[in-house]
């Protein structure tokens, strides 16, 4: 059983920066790719950024540029940092393992973004 507890959203507003992080307990963290979705009200969830063990990066059109993912092995946390906030930013963003190697997916609780001045 794997638990992904994120933190670090709130309010920030537009042109500012705030950096995620998810925790991960549980086996195997380092031999997993990781992501960070986001959902907006209305729309569907879709993915921001992906990170592989081996620290291979992929990012939505939409965040290129402006956000960077990164893990820490030995603290079993993946982290999204996001630097020149847009409104359209705004959304509740969940960390994500995917399921692969035999081992289930899980989700976070998700962490609200809000930007705006």
């Known amino acids: 059983q794997v638990q992904l507890v994120e933190s670090g959203g709130g309010l920030v507003q537009p042109g500012g920066s705030l950096r995620l992080s998810c925790a991960a307990s549980g086996a195997f963290f380092s031999i997993r790719a990781m992501g960070w979705h986001r959902q907006a009200p209305g729309k569907p969830r879709e993915l921001v950024a992906s990170?592989?063990?081996?620290?291979?990066?992929n990012y939505a059109d939409s965040v290129k540029g402006r956000f960077t993912i990164s893990r820490d092995n030995a603290k079993s946390t993946v982290y999204l940092q996001m630097n020149s906030l847009k409104p359209e930013d705004t959304a509740v963003y969940y960390c994500?393992?995917?399921?692969?190697?035999?081992?289930?997916?899980?989700w976070g609780q998700g962490t609200q973004v809000t930007v705006s001045s």
């Open positions: 990170i592989t063990s081996g620290s291979s990066t």
């Open positions: 994500n393992a995917p399921p692969q190697y035999g081992l289930g997916g899980y």
